[in-house]
Each structure stands twice: as C-alpha cells, then as structure tokens.
C-alpha cells in the first residue's frame, strides 16, 4: 500500500526522526492520536484519480492528491518538520519500502503552507499538499 510506503519513507528520514520527541513518531492517517507527543503529522488522500481508464484489469499511472498536516507545540516545530517532511517528498521518484514496493514516478509539492494555531490545545499546525504520481 501507498500510504505504507510514504509514512515508512518519511520516517525513515534522519532529518525528520530529529524532530520528534523521545517515544515520538508521526504518519497517522486522518488524525492524530490522543496525547500525542508534538511535533507529529497526520496525513489525508484527497483525490486518487487514475490518468488512465481501460476496461482491462491492468495497472495504471494513478495521481493521488496528499494533505500532509505537521503540527507543534510552537510554529518553528511545525515549519520545521513540515520542510524536512517536504525534503524527503519534493520530487521523490522510486520504489517506496512497502511490502508491493510501490512504484512512484513522482512527487510534486502543490502549494499549502498553510498555518493555524488552535487556541484549545495550544498547537500550531502547518499544510502541505503533494501531488503523487504513482503505478498502481
């Protein structure tokens, strides 16, 4: 599964395992679990669309629109690992560490940046989006 491959490819950054603190770890689909340690991220498929469409059952060039949220305890935290995030993903292209070794052609960064701060749990949260293009 894609979502396996990205979340594993992530992680596996030195750069971003920096970030996180002890016991920490980020790649959650939809949202963060409850009391999760900061800085994390979640992440949310918005749109896969295949490229191509055929009658026949064959795999086929996929674009997948990503939403990546990171979110700290501070807006340096969020930024932070929102750009080690989007060093690892900007215009990757390989075989992600999945167990059907995923195919991906590429990645593009499509915008966002999107800042929020949330006055209840006093977290700041910044949006990326990606768009990924991948053999399915």
Same mark, same amino acid.
């Given at each position: 599964?894609?979502?396996?491959?990205?979340?594993?490819?992530?992680?596996?950054?030195? *750069?971003?395992?920096?970030?996180?603190?002890? @016991?920490? =770890? #980020?790649?959650?689909?939809?949202? $963060?679990? %409850?009391?999760?340690k900061?800085?994390s991220?979640?992440?949310?498929?918005?749109?896969?669309?295949?490229?191509?469409?055929?009658?026949?059952?064959?795999?086929q060039?996929?674009? *997948?629109?990503?939403?990546?949220?990171?979110? @700290?305890? =501070? #807006?340096?935290?969020?930024?932070? $690992?929102a %750009?080690?995030?989007?060093?690892?993903?900007?215009?990757?292209?390989?075989?992600?560490?999945?167990?059907?070794?995923?195919?991906?052609?590429?990645?593009?960064?499509?915008?966002?940046?999107?800042?929020?701060?949330?006055?209840?749990?006093? =977290?700041?949260?910044?949006?990326?989006?990606?768009?990924?293009?991948?053999?399915?």
């Open positions: 599964m894609i979502e396996q491959g990205i979340v594993a490819l992530v992680n596996a950054s030195p *750069a971003v395992a920096a970030l996180y603190p002890p @016991g920490g =770890t #980020g790649g959650f689909f939809g949202s $963060l679990p %409850k009391d999760q900061l800085p991220w979640r992440y949310k498929v918005i749109s896969p669309t295949p490229i191509s469409r055929t009658l026949a059952p064959q795999r060039l996929v674009c *997948a629109r990503w939403q990546i949220d990171c979110f @700290g305890t =501070t #807006g340096a935290q969020a930024i932070a $690992l %750009k080690a995030i989007d060093d690892v993903l900007s215009y990757f292209s390989g075989a992600l560490p999945d167990p059907d070794c995923t195919q991906v052609n590429l990645v593009l960064n499509s915008g966002g940046g999107d800042d929020e701060f949330d006055d209840t749990s006093r =977290t700041f949260r910044r949006m990326v989006e990606y768009e990924l293009f991948f053999v399915q």
